[in-house]
Structures are given as C-alpha cells and as structure tokens.
C-alpha cells in the first residue's frame, strides 16, 4: 500500500446550531479534510468551500450514533472557529473500502496525532480496529 490517499464523498453537512443543509463534496486525504459544492446539486442548499490541515482541526466526534455524522470544529480565517456536522457515508473504494465513514475519520485523525505528520494507509489501518473496537466494518 502507498502512503498517500485521498477520498472523495459526494454528501451533505450542516452548521452545528443551524437547521439547514450544505451538498458537499467531501475529500479526506492524509493532509487534511476539504468541502466544496456539490456541483450536481449547484443552487440546491447553501455552499460552502474550506480546507483544513489535520493540525488545525480543534475537535472531531461521532454524534448522534448510529447516524454517519461527525461534528469537526476548526479554525476559521478571521480567528473565530467553526463547528460543522458531516454526514459520511460508508466507504466505498480504495484502500479503506468497507470501514465506517465516522470512524475512519477518527482514525485518520488519531494517527496523525501519533506522528505530527500526515498518515500513511498504513498507520490508519492500524488504528482502525481500536477506534471501532475491534471491526473494520
């Protein structure tokens, strides 16, 4: 397995305290974490775009189980800090093909924590079964 990945999820998210809907595309990638607009869903729900490193990210749980969703609070640009609820399917393909959306995200998160650096498919993997106590499923 290569150290490098990068997943893409067509989805949805909301802001925490707001009851509205953003179509996203979702990119997971060793990097960090990515949202753009849905560009099939163009005008439907309201948009939003932002990148944020690993490093940056404040706070990440699974809410609302079994639901797929995890609340990610991170740093915004004028200082203040932004906390959105992202619905993550299960995953499909690559290397994490069949793991839980939300609990891949954990594990992603914890392993960089590990090093400081972004993680390879390797250490990921590893992590997996302890986020999800024992399954990759």
């Given at each position: 397995?290569?150290?490098?990945?990068?997943?893409?999820?067509?989805t949805?998210?909301a802001?925490?305290?707001?009851?509205?809907?953003?179509?996203?595309?979702l990119t997971?990638?060793?990097?960090?974490?990515?949202v753009?607009?849905?560009?099939?869903k163009r005008?439907?729900?309201?948009?939003e775009?932002?990148?944020?490193?690993?490093?940056?990210?404040?706070?990440?749980?699974?809410?609302?189980p079994p639901?797929?969703?995890?609340?990610?609070?991170?740093p915004?640009?004028?200082?203040?800090?932004?906390i959105?609820?992202i619905?993550?399917?299960?995953?499909?393909?690559?290397p994490?093909?069949?793991?839980?959306?939300?609990?891949?995200?954990e594990?992603?998160?914890?392993?960089?924590?590990?090093?400081h650096?972004?993680?390879?498919?390797?250490?990921?993997?590893?992590?997996l079964?302890?986020?999800?106590?024992?399954?990759?499923?």
């Amino acid at each position: 397995m290569g150290d490098r990945f990068s997943l893409v999820l067509r989805t949805c998210m909301a802001p925490w305290t707001q009851d509205c809907t953003y179509f996203i595309v979702l990119t997971l990638t060793d990097a960090g974490i990515a949202v753009e607009p849905d560009p099939l869903k163009r005008g439907l729900g309201f948009e939003e775009q932002w990148f944020t490193p690993w490093s940056e990210v404040m706070s990440l749980e699974h809410v609302r189980p079994p639901e797929p969703i995890v609340r990610i609070e991170f740093p915004t640009s004028n200082g203040q800090t932004a906390i959105r609820d992202i619905r993550i399917p299960p995953i499909a393909d690559g290397p994490f093909a069949g793991c839980s959306g939300p609990h891949l995200v954990e594990a992603i998160l914890a392993a960089f924590q590990e090093t400081h650096h972004p993680p390879s498919v390797e250490q990921v993997a590893r992590i997996l079964p302890e986020v999800h106590g024992g399954s990759r499923a």
